[in-house]
Each structure stands twice: as C-alpha cells, then as structure tokens.
C-alpha cells in the first residue's frame, strides 16, 4: 500500500508559485496533470510490453495443439502482427473512445470489466478513507490538545503499530480469527453466496461482509491522519489567536473545536485527497485477503495469465485516479487557505 | 468545521452502500437445497466455445452433455447417445440419439444440434478457441434422420471423436454471435445442471434440470463462490458457508480431517509431477534450442539423475504420503493404461548405482566429490521450478542434496509461472519441474512426445513435452491411434510411454492426490470417480455432484445452515443506523445553534 508522508503533502503545497491568479494556477496544475496522465499511457502500453513472457497469443495456445497458423491468426486478432507504433496509435486513439482494449483472459471489452469491478473497490475503500479520516481526525486532535498525556501515548503508539503491520497479514489474522475461530463475520466475498436478499437486508449482508476487510484498511491506514492532525494543531497551537480567544472567555473545548480546529484542517485535507488515489490501488491485497470482488483481484488476474489489455487498463486507471486526485488536493487547497488566495 | 466533516461522513458511509446495493447483481433465490462449492480460480467465460480455464470448463461439464461421456471409472458410457458404431476402417463413427432427449427449457434434442454444434466449431475459427483440436480430425457431420448422427473422420482414431465436445442447443446459438455470447444467465443445457446467473469472480448458479435424461438431481442447484485463497475457502467451509473445497494443501487437508460435520476426501489425482531433463532442445527445423547444459545428451547421465532421487521419499515429505509413486506419465487413476510395459523394470533409488554408472561414463570426480563432465568442466546443472508451487521449493531441497551425493552440483531457482513457461519452450533449462493433467484418453499426452510436436524457433507452434524425439515413438504412437481394439491398444499406449521413461528425459516423480472436504453434515452420497479411492470435483463428468443429496433437512437447521447473514446482524445493523442518524442530526443542529454565540 502506497502512502504519502505528512511532509510529501507539505511539499506539494510549497510548489505553488507565488503571485499567479486563480486562472494560471489552473492552467498550471491541469497542465501538469495532463502531462502525467500521458506519461501513464505511454508507460502503460510499453512497460507491459517488455515483461518476459508476454506474447499473449503464446501464452493463451500453451498447453495445448495449435499450429503456427493458429497462433499468427491470434496475433492478428490482437492486433499484434503491426509494428508497435501502429500499436500504439491505435491504443492511444481507442483510449479516447473509452476503449481499453480487449481482454484475452475474460474475452469481455476492459473497460467493462474495470467499471463491473470499480462499484465494489469504491463501496470498500471509501467506507474505510472516511472511517480512517474522520477516527485519525478526532483522535488526533485530542491527542495533540493533550500532549504528552498517557492519551496522546496511548493513541499514537497504537496507530504507529498498526501502521507498520502488513496489511495481508493483520488480514490474514482478523479473518482467521472473527471468521474461522469465532465465527461472528463471512471468510469473504461481499454478499452471501446465492443470497436473494433485497433493500435494507441486502445493505446489511453487504455491511457484514464490509466490517473485516474495511477494518484492515482502517487499522493500517488511519495512523496518517491522526499524525498529521496532531502535529497541525500543536503548531497551531502556539499562535496568538487562540490566546485571544480565551481571553474572551471561551471556553477551553470551544477554543479547541472553533478556533484550533478549524485552522489546522488545512494542511490534512491536501493529505486526504492524496492518499485517497492511493487507496484504491493499495486494495489489492485487501481485496485478495477477502475475496472482495474489486479491481484488485482482477489486475492479481491480470498478471498471472498475463493479460496484457487487462493490466494496462486497470494501471491506467489507477494511475488516473491517483493523478486526478493530486489535482483535486491542490485545487481544493487552493480554494481553502486564504493565504494562497490573497497572493 | 470538525462536526460537519462527521457529520457528513457518517452520511456517506450510510449512503454508499445503499447507493451500491442497486448496482449489485441480481441473484436467483437459492434454495436451501442448493450445494455451495468453494471455486480458488476466477473463472474466463462461462461460452463453452471459448472456455479454456479448468474452473469455467469444470462447471460447463454439468451443463452440457456430449455424445458420449465418461463413465464413474472413466470407462466411456452413453451421453447424449445411446449406442455408437465404428466402420471397420475407424473412419465413419454413427451415434444413435434416442427420441426422448430434451433441453432444459424443453425442446427436443436432435443429431441436428450436434451437427450444428460440430459445423460451428469447424466453421468458424472464433469458436475454435477451446475446442478446435476436438474436431480436426472430423472431416464431416452429417444427421440423416434426427435419431442418427454420421460422423466421417479424415483418419481413423481409437479415441471416441464424441466425447469431450459440448453439444450446444441450435434452437438459442443459432439466433446469437457465438464468439461473444456470455452464456450466463437463463441458459438452456442438456445435462444435469443449467447456469441459471453469473456474478463475475462473486459467484455462478445452477438450477437442477428436471429434464436430464439420466433423471433429475437430488440436490435444486450448486452455487459456486469465489474465493481468492484456498486459506479463505478453509475458513468458509468450518463457518457452513461453503459445502465443498477442493484443492487443498497437504496441511490445510490434515487441518480439516477429523473435524466435526466435515469429511475429507484424498482422492487419486489425474496429474503427473516430474522432473524434465533437457536432452539437448532442437526446434521444429532441427536446429539447436536454448541453452540447455550439452553434458545432458548423454543419456547415461540422465539415466544416473533419475536413479539418484527417490520418489518414495519425496512423496512421504513433500506431500505427506497423499498420493502415488510415479511411473510412466499416466496416473494410476486410469488403470487401463497406468504401469511399464511387461518386460520394463521401473527404476529404484541407488546412488551407489548411480555413481558406479558416472564412474564408468568418464565423469571423473575431484577432490571435493564433484564431477566434471567429458570436457573436463565441472558439471553444473541449474534447476527450475514455479515460484506460485510452495512443493517445488520443497522437491528441490530433497533433490540438490541427492545429486550432489552423486557428484552433481544443482543451482535453484524459482521463477514465475511465464518465466517457466516460456524458458521450458524454449529449451532454456537443464532441469526443471512440470507435469500434466491427462485425460481419459491418452491420445493428447502421447502427441505432444512426437517429433512434429517440437516448437518454432520462437516458441510458437506446437506443443512438446520434453522436446525428445525418436521416430521409433512416433509409430507407437500412429499405432495406437488407430488401434480400435481397447486391449491390444493399452499394451501399445503402456510400450510408448515406457519408452519415454527409457529416454531418461522425464522423470515422473509422483502422481499427488486431489484433496478434497465436504460438510458431510449437510450433504451426502458424493460420487467419486473412479468410484473406489477418486475424486469428488474436478471430474471427467458430472457423477461427484448429480448423485448427492442433502442430509435430512432438521439436522441442516441448526445454527447458520445458508451460511447467510446470521440474525444478530439485522437488529445490531439497525441500532448502528439508528445511532449514526442521531448523530448526524445532533451534528447539524449543534452546528447551527453555535452559528449564534459566535464571537
């Protein structure tokens, strides 16, 4: 699982250049996006191209009676009789179709494969980034409000714990133990098997089946935030408008929740949005773990036939979501610190 | 500011999966009835024209019959068809189909599908994809009547040329495009089980067919679920969820024996393990393959490798005794054609022997008890295996320690599937791990020992086992594919791999057993195939699942029978939506009223 350190999100807000109007800073950022999202494709068509092994039309026939003949008429099929920049053309012209390519595994269009399996990924991650967020939040601001309490050890202790465990592996545990010892939750999937269940029914077979792999994703995941929120608010903290707040005789909650909080949100919601396209490439092994039906198991597919349209797609689009979110981290940071605004 | 964040993800959290549940496939009600069978691989398509990956053609056995089909010890028994008749050339084979012969959905079942099911293939090279080697043979397919289907063969072939193809109804191929057809929901079959809905990598369902010829099956239906690991598919199988698991590792397999309402089942396996040896790889042109180590021509050499390693011990350690010792590449599974042929003499474990035999063969020995070879360098063998396999990591730290006893110094590595794969086609080895699945019939496994089987320079082409070669073979093999007489054709099949055994260039290790486990508190009277000491899945038919049936149906009350949602989630689920409401709402108007007192 990839995740951002607190000072990377501090670096991404530094690069803004000073002086530039809300339209340039656009112009900027969007371009910069563009030019990483080309630099995806053209990574993505020719790195796969280079692993060992991957003559789709060789590995699909293998095993079993084919002549030559059979294997050249596959490989045209795929297209891959042309030289590879002809290749590459058409990839990069069906791309603008919304055209991923075929898979040779699945015999199914990607694209529809990567959309059938995004639901599931997107229900799974985003229940867990906002647990993570909203759990790391709160429990980071108290623990820097009361620093160096047993509190403040006790939570960030845990949370760096958990952040260093292997996420398969404490999902390896939880499932041996809530789903084979104690029985309380399923050994995986995201309903029951030939379920007919509808309505509230079918959200709460799903939700049962949700707790164990969204509480692997949040154990790992959420430490981040907490000490992000920590250390933003203890910096917070020393400044003179929170003296002045209590001056007026606010409480010391109020002066916590309206005052301190609200500025030290700031620099953790850059971090939130990105770390969020990081989630949805990191749950490939949580995914395996449970046999969540997302687009992790299918690039874990895609890479042991291999299938060469397939993986492509699925970098793509991880690579996408990554880079979109960037995007939407420095345009929503923008929008937020009046600092950058007045400049 | 906090509160609203909260607030608002509270919120989402709800609404996501009330949001997703509606894109959520449909499923079909199961019945309580209904077999739950654990499935580790994903499955490729379920259009029987395309279908290639064990799971997906595993499934669409109990869809489709074909005109003859493989009996409960592999013994070839009516299908589709009721009797077959060969010319006494073996050219012209005639199947009758009986009147009574329906579809799923009711329809007759004619030799008119079977023609249109054979001429499709033949006709269109998209529907070739899983299936084209079955017809190549065929030359044509003809049904005078409805009763009778005429098949000509191009040459004659001892094999049963209506086996193993899946006869599909006309009356629905025939209105849609084969090639992209999904196959997955509503769909109409001839054999005991129809695919009634698919849920990629979730699940598959199928209905019992009340119109199998053979009568319907006890059981309503068998869901597949998915799972990624067997690990999980364990876990699955001690909570209820899952009924059956197959595939499973010496450890789970013991981990499982004994338990409460579960049995498990070691099943003779139809797959070889072995070790190749590379005799000096040429490709289809006769020009010299890869880079395997020149020394290995030398059939002494590999004569003394397989003499130096046990199969008896590597069957106790590696797989804990669940299995067979190997011989020829024909598991025992399949008695008609297992053992040597009379006069041959299996080889047994002597290292003695084996250093005798280098001794003689020039390959002197230095001061560290290592050999050179004839050209005086030292003889250095690199060994291959699957790094997805954790038994050939194991095989090669029983058989390093042996060869270097014999003065052999062997180099491990453990490489990915397509390394494997691509290396082993291309001659790039001097020893490495394989083994094959075989079938009933041994046609397909004795082809790919032929000469024309070696590939093109660049790997493509057609497939060789061992990339030997000896035209003698090659007779054997022409014999037996014609040989119509089943008993004088098994002495030709037994002489032709005993002469692969000979050649040293394929050391058949052990044949593993298929481990298997069932909720025997729920389901009962599995087939095995063979019936005496077989396997329940994964057969050459339908006999594991069509003649089970349930436990009475009190005992399958007790506790989470369904393995569904158990009832303590239905009130704590509400009571969590109940609480996370109140919170937001508590959120917003604590929001709201601070909007006032502030400064």
Not at chain 2, 146 to 151: A, D
Not at chain 2, 243 to 249: C, E, K
Not at chain 2, 424 to 450: A, H
Not at chain 2, 573 to 595: M, Q
Request: net charge negative; glycine share 10%; hydrophobic share 45%.
């Amino acid at each position: 699982m990839t995740l951002l350190g607190a000072d990377e999100a501090l670096v991404a807000e530094q690069e803004v250049p000073a002086g530039s109007t809300l339209g340039r800073y656009l112009l900027l950022k969007a371009g910069g996006a563009l030019v990483s999202l080309a630099m995806v494709v053209v990574l993505g068509f020719f790195s796969f191209r280079i692993l060992p092994g991957s003559d789709p039309a060789i590995n699909l026939t293998r095993g079993r009676r084919v002549s030559a003949e059979e294997v050249d008429r596959l490989r045209v099929q795929f297209g891959l009789d042309q030289p590879l920049p002809v290749q590459f053309l058409r990839y990069v012209r069906d791309l603008f179709t919304g055209d991923l390519g075929y898979s040779y595994v699945y015999n199914q269009p990607v694209s529809g494969l990567i959309l059938d399996r995004l639901g599931p990924t997107l229900l799974l991650t985003g229940t867990a980034a906002v647990i993570s967020i909203v759990l790391g939040l709160w429990l980071g601001q108290r623990a820097a409000w009361k620093r160096g309490s047993w509190f403040d050890k006790v939570q960030t202790g845990l949370a760096l714990t958990f952040w260093s465990v292997p996420t398969f592996w404490l999902g390896l545990l939880l499932l041996l133990l809530f789903a084979g010892g104690l029985r309380l939750f399923p050994a995986g999937g995201m309903m029951s098997p030939g379920t007919d269940a509808t309505g509230i029914a079918l959200v709460l077979d799903v939700a049962w089946h949700m707790v164990l792999p969204v509480l692997t994703i949040v154990a790992v995941v959420y430490a981040q935030y907490l000490m992000v929120m920590r250390a933003s608010v203890l910096e917070e903290m020393t400044s003179d408008y929170l003296t002045t707040a209590r001056a007026k005789g606010l409480t010391e909650d109020r002066v916590r929740t309206r005052h301190a909080v609200p500025n030290a949100l700031l620099p953790t919601v850059t971090l939130v949005f990105l770390t969020l396209g990081g989630l949805v490439g990191g749950a490939v092994t949580v995914e395996t773990v449970f046999s969540w039906p997302g687009l992790g198991y299918l690039t874990f597919q895609g890479l042991s036939a291999p299938d060469l349209p397939l993986l492509q797609g699925t970098f793509v689009v991880f690579s996408s979501i990554v880079i979109v979110m960037n995007f939407v981290a420095d345009l929503v940071y923008r929008v937020l610190d009046p600092r950058l605004k007045a400049a | 500011m906090l509160r609203r964040l909260v607030g608002a993800g509270a919120a989402l959290a709800l609404a996501l999966p009330l949001g997703l549940s509606v894109a959520a496939p449909p499923t079909a009600s199961a019945a309580e009835g209904d077999l739950k069978v654990a499935l580790t691989s994903d499955i490729d398509t379920l259009n029987p024209f395309l279908a290639i990956l064990a799971s997906s053609t595993g499934i669409l056995r109990f869809q489709y019959e074909s005109l003859v089909q493989y009996g409960k010890d592999n013994e070839v028994v009516p299908g589709l068809a009721s009797e077959w008749e060969t010319s006494p050339d073996g050219k012209t084979w005639t199947f009758t189909i009986p009147e009574d012969r329906k579809w799923s959905d009711g329809e007759p079942l004619t030799a008119e599908d079977a023609v249109w099911t054979f001429d499709a293939v033949k006709g269109q090279e998209a529907l070739q994809q899983a299936n084209g080697g079955l017809v190549t043979n065929v030359a044509e397919v003809a049904a005078p009547d409805p009763q009778t289907l005429v098949m000509t063969l191009n040459s004659a072939q001892a094999a049963n040329p209506g086996a193993e193809l899946p006869i599909v109804p006309e009356h629905v191929w025939a209105d849609v495009d084969a090639a992209t057809y999904a196959n997955d929901t509503d769909t109409v079959g001839s054999g005991p089980f129809v695919i009634t809905s698919y849920a990629q990598s979730q699940s598959v369902e199928l209905k019992a067919n009340p119109n199998f010829w053979r009568g319907a099956p006890s059981i309503s239906g068998i869901t597949y679920v998915s799972y990624k690991s067997t690990d999980a598919a364990v876990q699955a199988l001690r909570t209820s969820e899952v009924d059956v698991v197959s595939g499973l590792t010496p450890a789970q397999f013991q981990s499982l024996d004994g338990q409460d309402g579960i049995t498990t089942n070691s099943g003779a396996g139809r797959r070889y393990q072995a070790m190749a040896i590379n005799p000096g790889a040429v490709d289809a042109e006769g020009k010299p393959l890869g880079n395997g180590n020149p020394a290995l021509k030398d059939k002494v050499l590999r004569e003394a490798i397989m003499t130096a390693i046990d199969n008896q011990t590597l069957l106790d350690r590696v797989l804990q005794g669940l299995g067979k010792p190997g011989q020829t590449e024909v598991p025992s599974v399949y008695p008609a054609y297992f053992g040597f042929a009379p006069g041959a003499t299996p080889r047994t474990f002597d290292p003695a022997k084996a250093n005798q035999m280098l001794d003689d063969a020039g390959y002197t020995k230095g001061a560290d008890g290592m050999r050179t070879d004839k050209s005086g360098k030292p003889l250095e063998l690199r060994l291959m295996g699957r790094n997805s396999d954790p038994t050939h990591q194991q095989l090669a730290e029983f058989i390093q320690p042996w060869l270097r006893d014999i003065g052999i110094a062997v180099e491990v590595s453990m490489v990915t599937p397509n390394q494997v794969n691509d290396d082993s086609t291309l001659g790039k080895y001097d020893l490495y791990f394989t083994g094959w699945g075989i079938g009933p019939d041994p046609d397909f496994q004795l082809s790919i020992n032929r000469c024309d089987s070696r590939p093109n320079a660049d790997g493509s082409g057609s497939t060789s086992e061992s990339n030997w070669c000896d035209p003698a073979f090659d007779e054997l093999y022409d014999a037996q594919h014609a040989e119509l007489d089943p008993t004088k054709r098994a002495e030709l099949v037994k002489q032709a791999f005993t002469m692969i055994h000979e050649a040293a260039v394929n050391d058949v290790l052990y044949y593993a057993d298929s481990l298997e486990a069932y909720r025997s508190d729920k389901f009962t009277n599995f087939t095995q195939q063979p019936q005496e000491g077989g396997v329940i899945t994964g057969q050459n038919g339908y006999w594991g699942f069509y003649d089970a049936t349930p436990v009475g149906a009190g005992d399958a009350v007790s506790g989470n029978p369904a393995g569904g949602t158990p009832g303590w989630v239905l009130p704590v689920g509400i009571a969590v939506v109940v609480v996370a409401a109140v919170g937001v709402v508590l959120g917003l108007r604590r929001r709201s009223t601070s909007a006032a007192d502030r400064e």
